[in-house]
């Protein structure tokens, strides 16, 4: 069955949605561009030894230390300071470590950027694309053959598996779009498990311990790349519109000259050989270098499928 496409579901959601200021009350927003300000007193500003890195918790951390090795490489000799690999099993720990002074420099997933510029004063600049500027990927609903579920109306009565209550296309974007399109409410016409990251998910619906699930695509694709599930082992049965992916950018009390040498390792960056575009360019479409990106444009999309499920950005 050839997979639905929920574009007209997402705009309806987003219809006459605003987004309201929603930053800590322990940051500023002068100019409106919804992150936090640089705080002007020097005193407020840090310059650590080391930056800490940590990337996105999609996958296993041991595999993503080693890809991006050769890129944090890259930002010592940028920045002149040390950088080192930080492994987060959560989201949550992701966000918390940077709200507590704990890390500097980060790739948040697509849901998270809100809690994350929100609560721990994360600027997202950058975002990977391809050669010709194509970047995002959608959220599928997959299942696996002779699992029963042929379309997301079989889904009723059954398990769904989503990965965390974060993540953008591994939850919020999904339990949308089944409430607004499909009648279908969370507790009530399915039972959502969750797995905590979209390999687990993928796995799981590979491996038949999860009857359908919601994932990112891009994460899927690099899996079968890699081979860690095979292509007959999936079936896709919903597909959405195409969402930002992995926002990077560093907290915002790094000094200011300190923030723009960060901006430029990544814009800088030789992809050509390297283990990121290894690993990243089996995306669809490719992930092939850094472009520039704001908060306050490339996630609207988003703030609004939060509005529409009256999630709070509120810190705790």
Known sequence: ?????????????????????????????????????????????????????????????????????????????????????????????????????????????????????????????????????????????????????????????KKMAFTAETSNSGYKAPSALLKEEFGMEAGTDYEPVFSGKHDNSILGVANKDYVAAAIANSVKERMLAREVVPADSLKVIYTSETFPTTGYGYVYNLKPELAEKVKEAFFSFEWEGSDLLKEFSTSEPPQEKFVPITYQENWKVVRDIDQAMGVSYACN
Request: negative net charge; proline residues 6%; contains cysteine.
């Open 1 to 157: 069955m050839a997979a639905l496409h929920g574009a007209a579901a997402l705009a309806l959601l987003a219809l006459g949605a605003g987004t309201a200021q929603a930053l800590d009350a322990r940051y500023t927003d002068a100019d409106g561009d919804l992150v936090a300000d640089t705080p002007t007193d020097p005193a407020e500003q840090i310059d650590p030894d080391t930056l800490i890195f940590a990337y996105t918790p999609v996958e296993d951390p041991a595999v993503y230390a080693q890809v991006w090795q050769g890129f944090l490489d890259h930002m010592e000799e940028v920045t002149g300071k040390s950088v080192q690999f930080f492994p987060v099993q959560s989201n949550a720990a992701q966000i918390e470590a940077m709200r507590a002074g704990r890390l500097h420099v980060a790739g948040f997933n697509t849901g998270s950027n809100p809690l994350a510029v929100n609560c721990a004063g994360f600027v997202p600049f950058a975002m990977m694309a391809s050669k010709d500027d194509q970047f995002g990927y959608e959220m599928e609903i997959i299942t696996y053959p002779g699992s029963g579920v042929e379309k997301v109306e079989d889904i009723k009565g």
